[in-house]
């Protein structure tokens, strides 16, 4: 899935979504504004593939994420990825804001964490107020507890 900054979609594919779709499916708008803006300031950074692939990374390989049982082997995955995102960046990138953009990053992914938090709260929610909506695959990434799940 690509956010669009020009339209202010979410482009999968031939499908599109735009905020209003959200809205329509349950979310709050009090996730939805901050997502938004989160999308069209991370599409400023102008970001590569393999950056994009590398934050990405990260977020998954967070140590303190929920359900996380091998709390050391994670954080070492976690700081060979943000080494490598920092490699990444002063060997492959030019200009003035270079400086600046792997700290950008960085805030980036702090403040897509806190979304992802309220996002599965959100999520949560949906599906106790409309049982079988939320695919089993969602219910076991946002759950706090992911054993209980078949």
């Known amino acids: 899935m690509v956010f669009n900054a020009t339209t202010s979609n979410w482009e999968c594919g ?3 979504y735009c905020i209003h779709d959200a809205l329509r499916a349950g979310f709050q708008p009090l996730l939805l504004e901050p997502i938004f803006k989160f999308h069209h300031n991370l599409r400023k950074l102008d970001l590569q593939e393999e950056e994009y692939a590398l ?4 977020s998954l390989f967070s140590p303190d994420r929920p359900g996380v049982q091998q709390h050391a082997a994670i954080d070492r995955v976690h700081e060979n990825l943000a080494l ?3 490699t990444w960046i002063d060997c492959k990138k030019k200009g003035p804001n270079k400086r600046l953009l792997y700290p950008k990053m960085i805030a980036c992914l702090t403040e897509m964490r806190t979304m992802t938090e309220e996002y599965s709260k959100q ?3 949906i599906q106790d107020m409309q049982p079988d909506t939320i695919s089993p695959l969602i219910m076991e990434v946002v759950s706090k507890n992911p054993c209980n799940h078949a």
């Open 84 to 86: 490598t995102l920092k």
């Open 14 to 16: 031939h499908i599109t």
């Open 123 to 125: 999520i949560l929610q």
């Open 55 to 58: 934050i990405q990374a990260m």
